[in-house]
């Protein structure tokens, strides 16, 4: 149950921080709106996802991993941002480094 409900905290920071980019530093009121909601529902089932008994550590490397993997992805596709080489190469450490913890037991 953890893990889905930290998959809804990831989802949330997607949401607003793709939100964040489309607000134009907040200047569209709609968008603002959903930045701040987005964050908050993100914080509250993280905060959730702690109280269920998933370690600290695992919580917010997952939760900070993916965002982070997907929101880049994201900007490339679908909001002209750039890549190469390097931005791949650090997707690819920060999936391994969610890896290896939890292959190092921080799952359990």
């Keep these: 149950m ?3 409900v930290l998959a809804g905290a990831i989802l949330a920071e997607i949401l607003a921080t793709t939100a964040l980019k ?4 907040f200047a569209h009121k709609g968008w603002s709106i959903v930045v701040v909601a987005g964050y908050i529902a ?4 993280l905060a959730r996802a702690l109280k269920l008994q998933m370690e600290v550590g695992t919580a917010y490397a997952v939760w900070a991993g993916a965002g982070t993997a ?3 992805t994201i900007g ?3 909001l002209g941002e750039t890549i190469n080489l390097a931005k791949i190469a650090g997707i690819v450490l920060i999936i391994a480094g969610v890896m290896v913890l939890n292959l190092a037991g921080g799952a359990h």
Aim: no cysteine.
């Design 42 to 45: 993100a914080f509250i089932l």
């Design 70 to 72: 997907v929101i880049a």
């Design 2 to 4: 953890a893990w889905l």
């Design 22 to 25: 489309l607000s134009d530093g």
């Design 76 to 78: 490339v596709l679908f």
